[in-house]
């Protein structure tokens, strides 16, 4: 063999799990998955010709040769083309990730695709075999690419896994070709010295306690990331006398009119970002020429935020709406049809005050991550049950806020936020760690950072808000009352007007709702999956749809830098569809 010739290496892996067809969430398709026997394994052997571009080429890509097995596919199924990435840095300082893309055709000839990806993540507890050996998957029609995934619907999802002993096996089929048996060692020692010294830059450096002072490159409420509309402010109060806002982007008139919704600690600025192709400025080039968003009082533009106080969601649902869309229609005349899209915290109360009949003249809906039905993970859960009553009475804070770690002086938020950033790895940015700790479960538990443009991630400071607690009771309340929303205080003559459970006039409510989540959401999980299957119960003639975004989280829906070709598509079909009437746009490509 001759000198610096390349050492081909390959070794044997074999995984196997269940997956569930028309599920959406990962743990729901083993779950279901299980429970029918439909379980799926493959048989593949990880092969490069050159291990030393294996190793030091960034994307560490191997082919995948072998068969998928299971009766979803109709029994074994050799895999045409395969590829295989082996621990490829991700956005996460601290997070590698191991994907698998496995072309075939089932037994009936039918085009599909594996595509699976294993989390490397140090997170609570000894977690490294878990991470190495569980495989997400998700099952696609045709041949398909990562780029394309999101504007996909999986035909079945779920996990599968390696036993130890199965591990073990597959060390032992470890192979590499070399002239000599020093040289065949050399190579094993490069990929053993690769894989071992990833896993510990992932599980055993130190955390960052850097924390420089915070840079603001973006000017706060900027409206540059909308162009080419006549941009207008209108300032209206609500019945209980809290002061709101509706900023109206019009580029020209028309039959439909389009109102944006925030969440809680977010504002209108998250769907104006000037960084990226904004929601606000793609409805405008796609035909919709008249746009509003609203910022209600879960807004982190109102100071009223940053001190303790006892608004609950029935309040939104009760005086903001109700409100907003008074003065919205004093604007655009009572004729036209309205469609209002909502994330979140506010897309729970906007559907509460729409089902409690507080607003009515909607046209349709499109709903974001949460709505009727809010589901958490159960870290998240303990957290609602527990912050509120030691953050208020214990420690004596007033709200929670993402900057604690940049205030100057000292301060018990600054000392807990700093406790937060010896959990959170996953970048050195302290807003980005207090985030996580303040919403959902995860290392990032808002989004994906790789869906973030740079300056989006520098920002989030400023995107994102204090707020008080009181709300997170309220949520609570409906996490155990079965995941239904239903009023806080049902004593209060106040709320009279509002229904104990807002699913109770049901059939009286005809708007048709597209709800979507990322389905890497670790906020709200699974809740607008349960709440379009709780309506269809419900009400079998309702017209809603469901569209659950691969590789996406919770806030990167709306914020994630390739939104425009990833996911606003998907809301631009729906919007045109309840619109009615043709429009003179480029339509938008047809989903799953």
Not at 11 to 25: A, D, L
Not at 170 to 191: K, M, S, Y
Not at 193 to 218: D, K, M, N
Not at 536 to 559: A, I, M, S, W
Request: hydrophobic fraction near 40%.
């Amino acid at each position: 063999m001759a000198a610096n010739q390349p050492v081909a290496f390959h070794f044997t892996e074999e995984m196997k799990g269940f997956v569930g067809p028309g599920q959406t969430t990962f743990r729901d398709g083993y779950a279901k998955g299980k429970a029918a026997c439909s379980w799926l394994s493959f048989h593949l052997t990880i092969k490069t010709e050159d291990l030393d571009v294996f190793l030091y080429d960034g994307r560490h890509e191997a082919a995948a040769r072998g068969y998928v097995e299971g009766p979803i596919i109709g029994g074994r199924c050799p895999v045409g083309k395969g590829t295989f990435n082996l621990l490829v840095d991700t956005a996460d300082t601290r997070r590698k990730r191991m994907s698998y893309r496995l072309h075939f055709h089932d037994t009936f000839k039918r085009a599909r695709t594996l595509s699976g990806f294993k989390d490397v993540q140090d997170q609570f507890g000894f977690d490294v075999w878990r991470d190495t050996t569980t495989l997400f998957v998700n099952l696609f029609e045709d041949h398909v690419e990562e780029a394309d995934e999101t504007r996909l619907v999986p035909l079945a999802v779920g996990i599968l896994r390696i036993s130890m002993a199965g591990f073990a096996k597959q060390l032992t089929t470890i192979r590499c070709v070399a002239p000599t048996a020093a040289e065949r060692a050399g190579a094993i020692a490069r990929f053993g010295g690769f894989f071992l010294g990833s896993l510990w830059h992932t599980y055993a450096s130190l955390p960052s306690f850097r924390v420089s002072p915070y840079q603001r490159e973006i000017a706060l409420y900027t409206t540059e990331g909308v162009t080419r509309a006549r941009i207008s402010t209108h300032s209206f109060a609500t019945e209980d006398k809290l002061q709101l806002g509706l900023t109206r982007y019009l580029r020209a008139t028309g039959d439909d009119v389009v109102l944006i919704v925030h969440g809680l600690t977010t504002s209108s600025d998250m769907f104006i970002m000037p960084e990226h192709y904004n929601l606000v400025q793609y409805l405008l080039d796609h035909g919709f020429g008249d746009v509003w968003t609203v910022d209600t009082r879960l807004s982190n533009r109102f100071t009223y935020n940053l001190r303790r106080h006892r608004y609950t969601l029935d309040d939104v649902a009760l005086y903001d709406f109700p409100a907003t869309i008074a003065e919205l229609r004093e604007h655009i005349g009572p004729g036209k049809r309205l469609h209002v899209i909502t994330h979140c915290v506010g897309s729970i109360a906007f559907l509460m005050s729409l089902f409690a009949k507080q607003v009515g003249h909607i046209t349709s809906v499109i709903s974001n991550s949460v709505s009727l039905t809010p589901h958490v993970p159960r870290w998240s859960e303990l957290k609602l049950a527990m912050a509120p009553f030691l953050c208020e009475n214990v420690a004596g804070i007033q709200y929670a806020n993402p900057l604690w770690r940049r205030e100057p002086g000292r301060s018990v938020g600054k000392a807990l936020a700093t406790v937060v950033s010896g959990f959170h790895h996953e970048c050195d940015l302290p807003e980005c760690q207090m985030l996580s700790f303040m919403w959902g479960t995860g290392f990032p538990a808002l989004y994906r950072h790789e869906n973030l443009h740079p300056a989006t991630h520098r920002r989030v400071g400023d995107l994102f808000g204090g707020t008080s607690f009181h709300y997170f009771r309220h949520i609570l309340k409906m996490i155990r009352a079965s995941h239904t929303a239903v009023k806080f205080d049902e004593a209060d003559p106040k709320y009279s007007a509002l229904p104990q459970n807002y699913f109770q006039h049901t059939r009286e409510i005809p708007t048709p709702i597209l709800f979507i989540t990322g389905q890497d959401n670790r906020i709200f999980v699974h809740s607008n999956v349960a709440a379009f299957e709780r309506l269809k119960e419900l009400d079998p003639t309702r017209r809603d749809e469901l569209h659950v975004f691969p590789n996406y989280g919770h806030q990167d829906v709306f914020q994630g830098r390739n939104c425009d070709s990833d996911v606003f598509p998907r809301l631009l079909e729906f919007l045109n569809e309840q619109a009615q009437q043709p429009r003179q746009v480029q339509r938008a490509r047809r989903f799953g």
